[in-house]
T-cell receptor
């Protein structure tokens, strides 16, 4: 069965600093990988996805993630944090059967 | 498109009462998912349908929970009888491909 592990349930960065949210996956077959963002009192919104094409994936709001098979990782980055990036971020994996398995989430706080 | 529509957005009920949550997926999508989100357990997949047929209900907590999808544009999640531990945010999501699920805004349920 597939799974994802998000390292760090809470991450704080200063406005303008690099954002790095970590995600490692486990899958016996080539996975599809996703990052979703959840703003307070809202549903989840897709940030970006990896579906076996380019390993560096660009998403909305300046975020990107790199699929590294050797490290079984799919970390999310953004060069410069903005106050509006404060939210909860979820990594998820699918092995093409439609069922997403989500990580436990990382709450990102931006320090002014 | 209006996106995934859920109703009600908030529900407060007393223990023992029946609760019905409703979802209208995005037109043209053929898969529908029900999730539950709590602080303690995170985001859990309860059940998902493909072409109106339940495919995996292994996440449904117990017999008090039931879900139906009578047609491609409507689904319900019913809890009968409700208990305080059912208090959570319930999300509905829909997708066409196996790649991207689109989430509704959620129903915040409080069982007193």
């Amino acid at each position: 069965a597939q799974s994802v592990t998000q390292l760090g349930s809470h991450v704080s960065v200063s406005e303008g600093a690099l954002v790095l949210l970590r995600c490692n996956y486990s899958s016996s077959v080539p996975p599809y990988l996703f990052w979703y963002v959840q703003y307070p009192n809202q549903g989840l919104q897709l940030l970006l996805k990896y579906t076996s094409a380019a390993t560096l994936v660009k998403g909305i709001n300046g975020f990107e993630a790199e699929f590294k098979k050797s490290e079984t990782s799919f970390h999310l980055t953004k060069p410069s944090a903005h106050m509006s990036d404060a939210a909860e971020y979820f990594c998820a994996v699918s092995v093409r059967n439609e069922k997403l398995t989500f990580g436990t989430g990382t709450r990102l706080t931006i320090i002014p | 498109d209006a996106g995934v529509i859920q109703s009600p957005r908030h529900e407060v009920t007393e223990m023992g009462q029946e609760v019905t949550l409703r979802c209208k997926p995005i037109s043209g999508h053929n898969s529908l998912f029900w999730y539950r989100q709590t602080m303690m357990r995170g985001l859990e997949l309860l059940i998902y349908f493909n072409n109106n047929v339940p495919i995996d209900d292994s996440g449904m907590p117990e017999d008090r929970f039931s879900a139906k999808m009578p047609n491609a544009s409507f689904s319900t999640l019913k809890i009968q009888p409700s208990e305080p531990r059912d208090s959570a945010v319930y999300f509905c999501a829909s997708s066409f491909s196996i790649e991207t699920q689109y989430f509704g805004p959620g129903t915040r349920l409080l069982v007193l």
